[in-house]
């Protein structure tokens, strides 16, 4: 089974787009902040990071560089 990252703000487009995911049979891990996505990651590997381009604290694109550090899985962004 695929494990994604969904890493979203809008709390209502976490929760349809994650349900999406889950019910197509993928393993979804959801938060709605970068620094908790730094979290998720040093405790599981993913296949695939949906990451909200527009965040309050640090935009996607500073976190995909901070990602970039240390993973190469796919990003796709928000």
Same mark, same amino acid.
Do not use: Q, W
């Given at each position: 089974? $695929?494990?994604?990252?969904?890493?979203? @703000? @809008?709390?209502?487009?976490? =929760?349809?787009?994650?349900?999406?995911?889950?019910? %197509?049979?993928?393993?979804? @891990?959801? /938060?709605? /902040?970068? %620094?908790? =996505?730094?979290?998720?990651?040093?405790?599981?590997? $993913?296949?695939?990071?949906?990451? @909200?381009?527009?965040? +309050?604290?640090?935009?996607?694109?500073? =976190?995909? %560089?901070?990602?970039?550090?240390?993973?190469? %899985? +796919?990003?796709?962004?928000?």
């Amino acid at each position: 089974m $695929y494990r994604i990252l969904l890493v979203e @703000d @809008d709390e209502d487009l976490s =929760a349809i787009a994650g349900l999406t995911l889950e019910r %197509a049979g993928y393993e979804v @891990d959801r /938060t709605f /902040t970068c %620094a908790g =996505a730094e979290l998720l990651m040093e405790e599981h590997s $993913y296949d695939l990071i949906l990451l @909200d381009i527009m965040m +309050p604290v640090m935009d996607g694109i500073t =976190a995909t %560089a901070k990602i970039r550090e240390f993973s190469n %899985a +796919p990003i796709i962004l928000l």
